[in-house]
């Protein structure tokens, strides 16, 4: 099994920075996208950033220039640096990854969340 382990969330005021964290541990091969997702009561559960192993990223139009997305491939873990929040960003922050137990065997894990909340 491959477990994901999330960190950073938290209160801030609105032009507040928080930044996440997310470690992959486990019976892991490879891992090749590693991102957030996000949900707010009453939406769908939308993605914030990913990030594959050879280093592209995307971003939800939101969040682009405020938000940045890092990874560690060696240590299996990824970051979400967030700047200039604004009270839309107030959700459950999942980390997520895609990848392999070994050559023939996927994985796809999600962390438990972590609430961000921006508020005054």
């Known amino acids: 099994q491959v477990h994901l382990v999330e960190s950073g969330g938290g209160l801030v005021q609105p032009g507040g920075s928080l930044r996440l964290s997310c470690a992959a541990t486990g019976s892991i091969f490879s891992i090749n996208a590693m991102g957030w997702y996000r949900q707010s009561p009453g939406k769908q559960r939308e993605l914030v950033a990913r990030?594959?192993?050879?280093?592209?990223?995307k971003y939800v139009d939101s969040v682009k220039g405020r938000f940045t997305i890092s990874r560690d491939n060696a240590k299996n873990t990824v970051q979400l640096q967030m700047n200039s929040l604004k009270p839309e960003d107030t959700a459950v922050y999942y980390c997520?990854?895609?990848?392999?137990?070994?050559?023939?065997?996927?994985?796809?894990?999600w962390g438990q969340g972590t609430q961000v909340t921006v508020s005054s």
């Open positions: 990030m594959s192993s050879g280093g592209s990223t």
């Open positions: 997520h990854a895609q990848g392999y137990y070994d050559v023939m065997s996927e994985f796809d894990a």
